[in-house]
């Protein structure tokens, strides 16, 4: 509607006469006409299209310019609030966050929340400014006085639905923190130094499958995709049944680079839980610091060069997550890193994220969980790896 507001010297309120006049206006401007009349009598201060913004999506606002005094001031009475706001218009109604895990859960519900009382104090607002309205246009009283005891009511409702709702979300992320903190402590136990000869027991034919062959140096090498022996054959048994069928890789000579390496340290192992399905297990990770940066290992590769290769060093370089297996000087394989690893805590990606886990394992030794820390323990967690 493009109407522009009339300036009208009117009294405060709309009489019958006043609406009843035609002002000798075309049909097809009745209704603006009508309109910026009742305009400047209801709310003259305000600018036009706000004030028409608030009344005209109501049924029968389009026809005001057809109707005499009496029926538009009973149009817009019929139209102040009726009754209290409902459960479903509250906000936590709308809310689609049921659990809060972590503190971007949280202000995701808060923003939400936020975003549902601004709307529902903007209707409410918008309830009261018709009351006013109608006052002034002189509307029925009791009318006026009920409906803005609904707006005080719904809004005390709105606020405490709010407070609620807050409390609600403030609880649950004490709640998610104590959880995060308590996995961060059990997950803690998990860490673990390896023993003598834990690392070059031989690992299980059927914890390393996929193999096909490769060319290093213009002859053929054996490769799974996640380590290149460089040496001769896998010397797991029935290796040659468990070999990927069609898989080849042309060479592996760009994996080797001509640059510095640091020779890498074992300093720790952690023993991953199970998955949540069942027919899949996760085998451990030894992370290996080569000065204070530390890469990550699945342990079956770490045991298949160890257990071949006696006293086998791993090199790599300063940003290469491929490390370097050597054997008195030689070359003698290739081992790719877990490139994204993550545990409970976060990534380990340095000795000190390392460091820490031993520390909140040390200072809390009771809570930690070290599923396999016994022998029986240790053989079913590994049974894969």
Same mark, same amino acid.
């Given at each position: 509607m493009t109407a522009q507001p009339m300036r009208v010297e009117t009294p405060c309120t709309l009489s019958v006469a006043m609406v009843s006049a035609r002002h000798d206006v075309a049909p097809e401007d009745l209704h603006s006409v009508t309109w910026a009349t009742i305009h400047s009598i209801a709310c003259p201060s305000e600018p036009f299209l706000s004030?028409?913004?608030?009344?005209?999506?109501?049924l029968? *606002? =389009?026809?005001?310019?057809?109707?005499?005094?009496?029926?538009? @001031? /009973?149009?817009f009475v019929d139209q102040l609030l009726s009754h209290p706001i409902s459960k479903w218009q509250l906000p936590s109604s709308y809310l689609t966050i049921r659990t809060i895990r972590n503190p971007f859960d949280a202000e995701k519900a808060l923003a939400a929340l936020g975003a549902r009382v601004d709307q529902v104090d903007r209707e409410t607002n918008a309830h009261a400014r018709r009351a006013d309205d109608v006052e002034r246009l002189g509307g029925s009283p009791a009318r006026v006085a009920f409906a803005r005891t609904l707006v005080a009511h719904n809004r005390e409702r709105t606020r405490a639905d709010q407070n609620q709702l807050q409390a609600w979300i403030q609880e649950q992320l004490e709640t998610a923190l104590a959880a995060s903190v308590a996995a961060r402590i059990t997950d803690a136990g998990r860490w673990r130094l390896p023993v003598p000869g834990d690392l070059s027991r031989k690992p299980t034919p059927a914890s390393i499958e996929g193999w096909f062959t *490769?060319?290093?140096?213009?002859?053929?090498?054996?490769?799974?995709?996640? @380590?290149?022996?460089?040496?001769?054959?896998?010397?797991?048994?029935?290796?040659?049944? =468990? =070999? &990927?069928?069609? /898989?080849? /890789?042309? *060479?592996?000579? *760009?994996? @080797?680079? &001509?640059?510095?390496?640091?020779r890498g340290v074992v300093i720790g192992i952690y023993d991953q839980v199970l998955e949540r399905k069942k027919t899949r297990r996760l085998a451990p990770v030894v992370a290996i610091a080569f000065g204070e940066r530390v890469l990550c290992f699945g342990i079956r590769h770490v045991r298949y060069f160890l257990s071949k290769y006696k006293g086998a060093e791993f090199i790599a370089q300063a940003d290469d997550p491929v490390a370097l297996v050597m054997q008195a000087g030689q070359i003698v394989g290739i081992i790719c890193s877990c490139r994204e690893y993550n545990d409970? /805590?976060? =990534?380990?990606s340095t000795t000190t994220d390392v460091a820490e886990r031993f520390a909140m394992a040390a200072a809390e030794p009771a809570k930690c969980d070290a599923p396999a820390r016994t022998a029986r323990g240790r053989a079913r967690h590994e049974a894969h790896a």
């Open positions: 004030f028409l913004q608030r009344w005209d999506h109501f029968g *606002a =389009r026809d005001l310019g057809n109707r005499h005094g009496s029926e538009i @001031i /009973n149009w *490769a060319t290093y140096d213009g002859r053929s090498v054996y490769t799974n995709d996640h @380590i290149v022996d460089l040496v001769g054959e896998p010397h797991l048994n029935g290796w040659q049944e =468990r =070999r &990927a069928l069609g /898989n080849t /890789n042309p *060479a592996v000579d *760009a994996l @080797i680079k &001509a640059s510095p390496r640091t409970e /805590n976060g =990534r380990v």
